[in-house]
């Protein structure tokens, strides 16, 4: 219950208060550039909308279903969270780790509420064979 | 469109794009190394501005490895590799000039990915999904 709440949560987390939906939405709204392309920021705020939008939810949401079963979402999320890291680096943006910081706290969390932790989570025991 | 065909049909369409975005992303990201206008909009604790662009790019193609991997749900990735593609592409089309635009020539490839891209994913057997 607390896991199926958590997702939820995050998910709506990256769509509102992670700007998501709003930056999507000005990055799609034709026009928005008023004549001044120069200063407009809606293609960089709609590539982040995207992530924020679109790839977190989904990789949140789709784990409602059945956790066990959906492990690529999960790791859909920690491939955004490597995104980020990697823009950080690569555009010297501190502000990135934030969000690096946010998705790790995020998958630790999950990690502890998991009711039936996935395969990616579980190390496989190697079954040892004696030939003797 | 026709879905893409072939022994590994998803991980063929991810190679096709990779090198287009992580050219995309490596000048993003000197964008913003180099201070470039627009600057990261104030008051937000998030990643935005040039990093949230330079991290789209490897994004999409990580999603369409991962897809290709066929791990258990693979789809949601697929899906979603093709829908941020597809936003990317529509917006690079309605702002051509803007910053971080790719223009709309590579928005309209970009569309034509995301759309070939779904098409195979749904056309692929789910498997263990």
Redesign the interface.
């Given at each position: 219950m607390g896991y199926r709440v958590c997702l939820a949560l995050f998910a709506a987390f990256w769509l509102t208060i992670?700007?998501g939906m709003i930056?999507?939405a000005s990055?799609?709204a034709?026009g928005?550039?008023d004549g001044n392309?120069?200063?407009?920021?809606?293609?960089?705020?709609?590539?982040?909308?995207?992530?924020?939008a679109?790839?977190l939810p989904?990789?949140f949401l789709?784990q409602l279903r059945a956790a066990?079963?959906?492990?690529?979402?999960l790791?859909?999320v920690v491939?955004?969270t490597?995104?980020?890291a990697?823009?950080?680096v690569?555009?010297?943006?501190p502000?990135?780790f934030?969000?690096v910081a946010?998705l790790a706290v995020m998958l630790a969390i999950l990690w502890r509420l998991s009711p039936e932790r996935?395969?990616m989570w579980r190390p496989r025991v190697a079954s040892i064979r004696c030939s003797r | 469109m026709a879905p893409a065909r072939g022994k590994h049909p998803l991980f063929a369409l991810t190679a096709m794009t990779a090198v287009p975005w992580l050219i995309y992303g490596l000048e993003m990201a000197a964008n913003g190394r180099a201070g470039l206008p627009p600057d990261e909009q104030a008051g937000r604790p998030q990643a935005g501005g040039w990093a949230g662009a330079v991290a789209l790019a490897p994004l999409v193609v990580l999603l369409g490895l991962l897809a290709a991997t066929k791990t258990r749900g693979w789809r949601t990735p697929a899906l979603s590799a093709a829908a941020a593609s597809f936003v990317f592409g529509l917006v690079s089309i309605l702002n051509p000039d803007a910053p971080g635009s790719a223009g709309a020539i590579w928005g309209a490839l970009a569309i034509g990915w995301s759309v070939i891209f779904t098409a195979t994913a749904v056309h692929e057997p789910a498997g263990d999904q």
């Open positions: 992670g700007f930056d999507l990055g799609l034709a928005s550039t392309d120069v200063l407009s920021t809606g293609v960089l705020s709609a590539a982040y909308g995207a992530i924020a679109i790839v989904a990789g789709s066990s079963r959906r492990v690529a979402a790791q859909q491939a955004a490597f995104a980020f990697l823009a950080g690569l555009a010297l943006d502000l990135s934030i969000s946010t996935p395969p | -």
